[in-house]
């Protein structure tokens, strides 16, 4: 049987998102000292901390490790992250997490951008992308983001999710 795209959003309870490209615009200043700084957007990273605090499970799977970055993830709220993978790819990570969280795939949302996350997103998740992803990427996309990546692509995926789920709004109407 198959979902249009609200069904499999009102579905939604996990997002999992890659970080360059996704949360970043791919852009990596590469100091002397060897790090490797990205910039984030606050306003993904608002929508990732409301999703935590309306009951959403937010989880990273990236290749990417860099200690700076690790420490925003945390800021945010994020406790499930899944950096440095492995050569093997993300699939088997990816796959280890859900029988772990006991989650089914389904239920989750998963943003990538390159080839990289071509495997994950060709299982039965949400796959998303931002607007500005690999070609291969938005070829098989369930959702193109009209949002680059870093420029508010993971907040656009939120908001989908939460206001397709009537949640978006939900904190600030029970706070009046």
Do not use: H
Not at 59 to 75: C, D
């Amino acid at each position: 049987m198959e979902f249009s795209l609200k069904e499999r959003l009102q579905r939604i309870t996990t997002f999992i998102f890659d970080i360059d490209g996704v949360m970043t615009d791919g852009s990596v200043i590469a100091l002397e000292s060897g790090e490797q700084p990205r910039i984030f957007n606050v306003r993904d990273g608002y929508g990732i901390n409301r999703a935590i605090k309306m009951g959403y499970r937010v989880a990273i799977l990236s290749a990417q490790n860099q200690v700076g970055v690790r420490k925003r993830l945390e800021y945010l709220g994020v406790t499930d992250i899944f950096i440095g993978t492995s050569p093997d790819g993300k699939l088997p990570i990816f796959r280890k997490y859900l029988q772990e969280a006991n989650l089914i795939e389904e239920e989750i949302v998963f943003m990538g951008d390159d080839l990289p996350d071509w495997e994950v997103m060709q299982t039965n998740v949400l796959g998303a992308c931002p607007a500005d992803s690999a070609e291969e990427i938005l070829e098989i996309a369930d959702y193109i983001s009209p949002k680059n990546g870093g420029y508010g692509a993971v907040r656009d995926v939120i908001e989908q999710v939460m206001k397709e789920q009537g949640k978006w709004m939900a904190w600030f109407e029970k706070t009046k």
